[in-house]
């Protein structure tokens, strides 16, 4: 049962990690240019980003997207 789903990337990962890794990479500035979303544009957080991306499943899902080309 350790490869519940081995052809998923992202199964084990949590949202905050994906975003710690999405900033350290872009930074806020570039992540906004990437994903026009607010949260990245107006007084950036790692906290109000996730809380954002929590309540806001196609904003997730862009944010998912972007990680997956990032890591490939």
């Known amino acids: ?3 519940e789903q081995p052809n998923n990337p992202l199964h084990g ?3 905050a990690q994906i ?3 999405l900033v350290e990479h872009y930074g806020f500035e570039e992540l906004s240019n990437h994903i026009n979303i ?3 544009k107006s007084n950036p957080s790692i906290k109000s980003s996730l ?3 929590r309540r806001t499943p196609w904003a ?3 944010v998912e ?3 997956l080309k990032l890591i490939r």
């Open 60 to 62: 997730r899902t862009k």
């Open 51 to 53: 809380k954002f991306l």
């Open 13 to 15: 990962v949590k949202l």
């Open 19 to 21: 975003l710690e890794t």
């Open 65 to 67: 997207n972007l990680y």
């Open 38 to 40: 607010n949260c990245f």
């Open 1 to 3: 049962m350790h490869n």
